[in-house]
């Protein structure tokens, strides 16, 4: 019973000082550049062969493992604010391979996937935990997502050059995240979020 109410007590106090000290409030702006991690690409790992049973040659990524985006919140309320979500992605790979021609002489030929995703979600966050220095948030997106694959194939005995653009334009996100102030305006946040990009998103975070 003791443990109880010290933990009642304990989370009053918490709370008592996150109404009476917010790093953020109503009428504020606050801007988030960010980096992402955590992309999923079904081409990341190098295969040991290609289509035709010879050794990939000068595999490489396309894009990298980073996404890219910003976000901008104004809120509304003490405890809650609406805004906007940008963000971009390249990912997929390039290799080489040996092979013949038409006239049976070696030759070498690359193989290209490259996938972009563009995304612009509407968001609104409710800021669960305020304190001087720490604002915790929890989030809902919904907006716009464009995405393309192409594959890019010189080998004529594989000539699958293919492109495929979005078939539902549509980018959905929820996320939890932490902004951690070192100045009144200035601090870091990360976000861990499901659909909408990358799973963890972390960066810098602004308000005025």
């Known amino acids: 019973m003791k443990k109880v109410l010290f933990l009642m007590g304990a989370f009053l106090t918490i709370s008592t000082a996150s109404i009476a000290q917010t790093p953020v409030g109503q009428g504020n702006f ?25 050794p990939v040659l000068d595999w490489k990524l396309n894009g990298g493992q980073l996404a890219y985006g910003g976000r901008v919140e104004y809120m509304l309320a003490d405890a809650f604010g609406i805004g906007v979500d940008f963000n971009f992605v390249k990912s997929g790979s ?90 009144d305006n200035i601090g870091m946040m990360i976000e861990l979020g499901l659909g909408g990009g990358t799973p963890i998103q972390f960066g810098v975070s602004a308000k005025f």
């Open 30 to 54: 606050i801007i988030d550049p960010y980096i992402g991690v955590g992309q999923s690409n079904m081409l990341r790992s190098e295969p040991s062969t290609a289509w035709n049973g010879s």
């Open 94 to 183: 390039h290799y080489s391979y040996a092979g013949t021609d038409t006239l049976g002489v070696a030759t070498t030929y690359t193989w290209d996937y490259t996938a972009k995703k563009i995304r612009a979600m509407l968001r609104m966050n409710y800021h669960f935990v305020q304190n001087d220095r720490v604002d915790a948030y929890g989030a809902i997106g919904v907006g716009y997502k464009h995405a393309s694959r192409i594959w890019t194939i010189s080998d004529p005995s594989d000539n699958t050059d293919l492109e495929i653009e979005t078939l539902i334009p549509m980018s959905f996100r929820i996320a939890v995240g932490t902004r951690i102030y070192f100045t």
